[in-house]
């Protein structure tokens, strides 16, 4: 069984192997999507293809809608010649279950798949032409928390930022200066609304894709590019929802491969790309999903939450967030991380039967995170972390890296723990320096910044904008000498826009010092100091 158009009309054979098809006419699909377009979305990677791509093929199935998606990728191009083209945009959802069974579906969704580069005439030309259809109502995105940053970390523009902001919308080379260039051709052709919905797993993630698009807006206008009402265009014609968005989607994995071979799946071949992606024609993830959007649009609203999606209010989209990012689930994922890269792992399932990182984690979530959490109501903040303690982070069938989720931690830090630690300071019933478990795992990164682990190998850090930065200063400590802890923390622990605090300031940097040297003791510190505090 091989993954085109053409093999699955042979759909006995795919049903006979436990495949779930596409129960809706492609072709009519395909045409519909062309001609009236009205979802475009943008970053064509595992979570887009997992959850986003599945609810609208679920949907189309039920005949609830009658158009697809429309697919763009604006920063690795190969994924749609190698990925997308090459299987005709279909791609196999293997959802690997607890109990160690796998479903396997085609998703058909997709109806068309384009570059996001002004130097290849024909994808832009196309993406044109879908922004200044009347049709479009929602152009989502799944481009990472990186994606939206115009600066580096001295708080310079970007290179290519910098030429688009000064140069003709038509030849930009950023991502959102390409995206804004769409919006102002959507301006052009009669001011059009719009909504453009940011999926990706960051605080306020609406806002940051908001502040990018206007940022470009105004410099254009100020350096007289583009009309002076294409301002006020990007900020009344066009929404910003809030969303937060909760499923895991690891790079595909060896024994899922295998699975599909198994059963008669022959495309089964990864590729990495030029840039370093490593995809598949399937995307392996696990069963639960959360996707949460204000309900805030433009030119109305797709019926996804026919889907399974939840629309509220931006109030309780806040309230989600910062119960998933800043303490139910992703925490808990970047502690894992760390001390996982530390003490060598390569599965986060491994990592749950570690008796004292399941003792960090849980003290992190329910002793540390819950008394600050707001319940938001549509979701109980206990029950998602029994289920992210029980079902999730234990499935040995999700092959889940602690190196993936290491990676851009710099960007993570101040969500994932810098909020918990300003609702402590908020909050005059509670004292910021009764916090042991969220400065441990900050004293952790540090350890691990210093990339060796626990048994004094070397070990190679997961990309991140800011290594280039705070592993310089990491280089003054070495193992078994403390003499200079102090000099060094002290020039990345005040760091508000690592940490979203100082936190000297608010009284834990020397308790994150005193557990740093515990922690660069010498081979096995790291052990040790779990073993002390997570008892």
Same mark, same amino acid.
């Given at each position: 069984?091989?993954?085109?158009?053409?093999e699955?009309?042979n759909?006995?054979?795919w049903?006979?192997?436990?495949f779930?098809? #596409?129960k809706?006419?492609?072709?009519?699909?395909?045409?519909?999507?062309?001609?009236?377009?009205?979802?475009?979305?943008?970053?064509?990677?595992?979570?887009?293809?997992?959850?986003p791509?599945?609810?609208?093929?679920d949907?189309?199935?039920?005949?609830?809608?009658?158009?697809?998606?429309?697919v763009?990728?604006?920063?690795?191009?190969?994924?749609?010649?190698?990925?997308?083209?090459?299987?005709?945009n279909?791609?196999v959802?293997?959802?690997?279950?607890? $109990?160690?069974?796998?479903?396997?579906?085609?998703?058909?969704?997709i109806?068309?798949?384009?570059?996001v580069?002004?130097?290849?005439?024909n994808?832009?030309n196309?993406?044109?032409?879908?922004?200044?259809?009347?049709?479009?109502?929602?152009?989502?995105f799944?481009?990472?928390?990186?994606?939206y940053?115009?600066?580096?970390? @001295?708080?310079?523009?970007?290179? $290519?930022?910098?030429?688009?902001l000064?140069? $003709?919308p038509?030849?930009?080379r950023?991502?959102?200066?390409?995206? !804004?260039?769409?919006?102002?051709?959507?301006?052009?052709?009669g001011?059009? #609304?719009?909504?453009?919905?940011?999926?990706?797993?960051?605080?306020?993630?609406?806002?940051?894709?908001?502040?990018?698009?206007?940022?470009?807006?105004?410099?254009?206008v100020?350096?007289?590019?583009?009309?002076?009402?294409?301002?006020?265009?990007?900020?009344?014609?066009?929404?910003?929802?809030?969303?937060?968005?909760?499923?895991?989607?690891?790079?595909?994995?060896? =024994?899922?491969?295998?699975?599909?071979?198994?059963?008669?799946?022959?495309?089964?071949?990864?590729?990495?790309t030029?840039?370093d992606t490593?995809?598949?024609?399937f995307v392996?993830?696990?069963? #639960?999903?959360?996707? !949460?959007i204000?309900d805030?649009? @433009?030119n109305?609203?797709?019926?996804?939450?026919?889907g399974?999606?939840?629309? +509220?209010?931006?109030?309780?989209?806040?309230?989600?967030?910062?119960?998933?990012?800043?303490?139910?689930?992703?925490p808990?994922?970047?502690?894992?991380?760390?001390?996982?890269?530390?003490? =060598?792992?390569? @599965?986060?399932?491994?990592?749950?039967?570690d @008796?004292?990182?399941?003792?960090?984690?849980?003290n992190?979530?329910?002793?540390?995170?819950?008394p600050?959490?707001?319940?938001?109501?549509?979701?109980?903040?206990?029950?998602?972390?029994d289920e992210?303690?029980? !079902?999730?982070?234990?499935?040995?069938?999700?092959?889940?890296?602690?190196?993936?989720?290491?990676?851009?931690?710099?960007?993570?830090l101040?969500?994932?723990?810098?909020?918990?630690?300003?609702?402590? /300071?908020?909050?005059?019933?509670?004292?910021v320096k $009764?916090l042991?478990?969220?400065?441990?795992?900050?004293a952790?990164?540090?350890?691990?910044?210093?990339?060796i682990d626990?048994?004094?190998?070397?070990?190679?850090?997961? #990309?991140?904008p800011?290594?280039?930065?705070?592993?310089?200063?990491?280089?003054?400590?070495?193992?078994?000498?403390t003499?200079?802890?102090?000099e060094?923390?002290m020039?990345i622990?005040?760091?508000?826009?690592i940490?979203?605090?100082?936190?000297?300031?608010?009284?834990?940097?020397?308790?994150?010092?005193?557990y740093?040297?515990?922690?660069?003791?010498?081979?096995?510190? /790291?052990?040790? +100091?779990?073993?002390?505090y997570?008892?």
């Amino acid at each position: 069984m091989k993954l085109t158009q053409e093999e699955l009309r042979n759909d006995k054979i795919w049903e006979e192997a436990g495949f779930e098809l #596409p129960k809706f006419d492609r072709d009519k699909m395909i045409k519909n999507t062309k001609e009236n377009p009205e979802w475009i979305h943008f970053g064509a990677g595992n979570i887009f293809r997992a959850f986003p791509a599945a609810v609208c093929q679920d949907l189309l199935n039920r005949g609830i809608l009658n158009t697809g998606i429309i697919v763009a990728e604006g920063y690795d191009y190969e994924i749609i010649e190698k990925i997308y083209k090459k299987y005709d945009n279909l791609n196999v959802l293997a959802t690997l279950k607890v $109990d160690g069974t796998l479903e396997k579906k085609v998703i058909g969704s997709i109806a068309e798949s384009l570059c996001v580069d002004t130097n290849n005439l024909n994808d832009w030309n196309r993406l044109k032409e879908i922004f200044k259809s009347k049709t479009l109502k929602m152009a989502s995105f799944t481009i990472t928390e990186k994606g939206y940053s115009l600066k580096n970390g @001295k708080n310079e523009f970007l290179k $290519d930022v910098e030429n688009d902001l000064n140069n $003709d919308p038509s030849s930009a080379r950023s991502y959102i200066g390409k995206l !804004v260039a769409l919006c102002y051709e959507r301006f052009k052709g009669g001011k059009l #609304p719009l909504t453009l919905v940011s999926m990706d797993n960051c605080s306020h993630n609406g806002t940051k894709l908001e502040n990018a698009i206007t940022t470009f807006a105004k410099n254009w206008v100020d350096n007289k590019l583009v009309e002076s009402e294409f301002l006020t265009y990007v900020s009344e014609n066009i929404s910003y929802p809030w969303t937060m968005i909760d499923k895991i989607t690891p790079r595909p994995a060896e =024994s899922v491969k295998n699975m599909l071979k198994e059963a008669g799946f022959e495309d089964t071949e990864a590729i990495t790309t030029s840039k370093d992606t490593f995809i598949a024609s399937f995307v392996n993830a696990e069963e #639960p999903q959360y996707l !949460v959007i204000e309900d805030n649009f @433009k030119n109305g609203r797709l019926p996804l939450n026919k889907g399974g999606i939840i629309y +509220t209010d931006r109030e309780v989209v806040d309230k989600v967030e910062k119960m998933k990012v800043c303490t139910c689930l992703n925490p808990l994922h970047t502690a894992l991380a760390i001390y996982g890269c530390l003490l =060598s792992y390569t @599965k986060i399932s491994d990592e749950m039967n570690d @008796k004292e990182l399941v003792i960090l984690i849980k003290n992190i979530g329910y002793k540390e995170g819950l008394p600050v959490v707001v319940n938001p109501g549509i979701i109980s903040p206990n029950d998602f972390i029994d289920e992210v303690m029980k !079902v999730r982070l234990p499935n040995p069938f999700m092959p889940d890296t602690p190196q993936r989720i290491a990676c851009d931690t710099s960007q993570k830090l101040s969500i994932r723990f810098g909020e918990t630690i300003k609702a402590y /300071v908020k909050n005059p019933e509670l004292d910021v320096k $009764d916090l042991t478990f969220i400065p441990l795992v900050i004293a952790g990164w540090c350890r691990y910044l210093m990339a060796i682990d626990d048994k004094e190998n070397k070990f190679e850090l997961s #990309p991140d904008p800011l290594l280039s930065s705070v592993t310089p200063i990491i280089d003054n400590v070495k193992l078994g000498n403390t003499k200079n802890v102090h000099e060094t923390l002290m020039k990345i622990l005040p760091n508000r826009e690592i940490f979203g605090v100082d936190l000297y300031e608010v009284g834990l940097g020397e308790k994150i010092e005193s557990y740093f040297k515990e922690l660069i003791a010498g081979e096995g510190a /790291v052990r040790s +100091t779990l073993k002390k505090y997570c008892k």
